[in-house]
C-alpha cells in the first residue's frame, strides 16, 4: 500500500461527512425551504467547518506526523508531480510504500 492509498483511506469517513454537511448547508437555499428547514443552513455550516478541523487534526503523514489533510480530504492535486506530491513536511513522495 503506498501513502497515498493510506491517506484517501483515512480521509474517506472525513470526506462522507464534508459531503454531508455540505448538502445540508444547500438543499434549503437551493429549494428556497422556510423555518424549521433553513435552521439546516447553520447547522451544515458549522458541521462542514467542524469537519475539515478534524480532517486537518488527524490526517497525519505516517512517516513524520506532518499534517497530510489535503491530500487525505482531495483538496490537493494527486497527480504525481506539483502541489499534492509528497508531504511538505518530511518530503517523501505519496506514491512510496507505507513502511520504510
Same mark, same amino acid.
Not at 20 to 29: E, N
Given at each position: #500500500?503506498?501513502?497515498?492509498?493510506?491517506?484517501?483511506?483515512?480521509?474517506?469517513?472525513? !470526506?462522507?461527512?464534508?459531503? %454531508?454537511?455540505?448538502? #445540508?448547508?444547500? %438543499?434549503?437555499?437551493?429549494? !428556497?425551504?422556510?423555518?424549521?428547514?433553513?435552521?439546516?443552513?447553520?447547522?451544515?455550516?458549522?458541521?462542514?467547518? %467542524?469537519?475539515?478541523?478534524?480532517?486537518?487534526?488527524?490526517?497525519?503523514?505516517? !512517516?513524520?506526523?506532518?499534517?497530510?489533510? #489535503? $491530500?487525505? #480530504? !482531495?483538496?490537493?492535486?494527486?497527480?504525481?508531480?506539483?502541489?499534492?506530491?509528497?508531504?511538505?513536511?518530511?518530503?517523501?513522495?505519496?506514491? $512510496?510504500?507505507?513502511?520504510?
Amino acid at each position: #500500500m503506498t501513502i497515498r492509498a493510506y491517506l484517501l483511506r483515512s480521509g474517506r469517513r472525513y !470526506r462522507l461527512a464534508f459531503f %454531508v454537511f455540505w448538502a #445540508m448547508a444547500a %438543499v434549503p437555499g437551493f429549494f !428556497r425551504l422556510g423555518p424549521p428547514y433553513s435552521y439546516g443552513w447553520g447547522l451544515g455550516i458549522a458541521g462542514v467547518a %467542524v469537519t475539515l478541523l478534524a480532517a486537518y487534526r488527524s490526517i497525519r503523514c505516517p !512517516r513524520c506526523g506532518g499534517s497530510a489533510w #489535503m $491530500a487525505g #480530504m !482531495r483538496m490537493a492535486p494527486l497527480w504525481k508531480t506539483g502541489p499534492g506530491h509528497a508531504c511538505p513536511r518530511c518530503e517523501v513522495s505519496y506514491e $512510496a510504500p507505507l513502511t520504510p
